[in-house]
């Protein structure tokens, strides 16, 4: 059974739209929340990680959005741009200890 | 150049046959994992190694076999290839909490 659930599957979203992408999870121990961005026939990579320590970090147009009482965590792509187009995955780790992943949300940004 | 690379980036075999994907990491890492990933199911862990005498089962290990040949080589082994291990694998090596991956090996097991 995944330890980390996500949601939407997929979604669809008009050029310079908001994406949200929801993640929740039921460890409370897991402290190391990443992003990872994969696009058709490459590796996924990291995107933007969170710690609990903070409720929101933004680099550019990607906001993760965290709330440690609901255990939930949310991306957040602004001014989606076609380029955006990928499968995001979010994930969790506890103590430097392996990744649980989300099953992944395929992004379609129509121009 | 890559920092992982895998090999074979596709494969086609019978069930039955014996396979193996290799993974190579430049980054000079101590951990490494292997991945499937398959539609609707997400990245799921085979196996991963925290250094090169260290080897511990993922959730879906069974069927699979690896080893850790040195600190920059780490390969998944399929003993008896089966249909439903058609699948997408990847490799990954991590450093300061990041997995840095590689491109992937697209495995057919008729």
């Known amino acids: 059974q995944q330890q980390v659930k996500q949601s939407p599957q997929s979604l669809i979203v008009q050029k310079g739209g908001i994406s949200i992408i929801n993640c929740a999870y039921e460890n409370t121990a897991f402290d190391y929340f990443p992003w990872y961005q994969q696009f058709p026939g490459k590796g996924p990579a990291l995107l933007i990680a969170i710690r609990p320590d903070v409720s929101e970090k933004k680099e550019g147009r990607f906001t993760i959005s965290f709330n440690k009482s609901a255990k939930q965590f949310s991306l957040h792509i602004m001014d989606s741009q076609p380029g955006d187009s990928a499968t995001y995955f979010c994930?969790?780790?506890?103590?430097?200890?392996?990744?649980?992943f989300g099953a992944g949300t395929t992004v379609t940004v129509r121009a | 150049d890559a920092d992982v690379t895998q090999t074979p980036r596709n494969r086609i075999t019978k069930t039955g046959k014996r396979i193996m994907l290799e993974c190579s990491q430049t980054k000079g890492h101590d951990r490494m994992y292997w991945y499937r990933q398959d539609p609707g199911l997400g990245l799921r862990l085979i196996y991963y190694?925290?250094?090169?005498?260290?080897?511990n089962k993922g959730e879906i290990s069974d069927g699979y076999s690896v080893s850790r040949q040195a600190q920059a080589k780490f390969s998944l082994s399929l003993e008896s290839a089966i249909p439903n291990q058609t699948a997408l694998y990847f490799c990954a090596a991590e450093g300061g909490n990041e997995q840095f991956f590689g491109p992937g090996t697209r495995l057919t097991v008729l």
């Open positions: 190694s925290f250094d090169v005498k260290d080897i």
């Open positions: 994930a969790a780790s506890k103590s430097d200890y392996k990744l649980s």
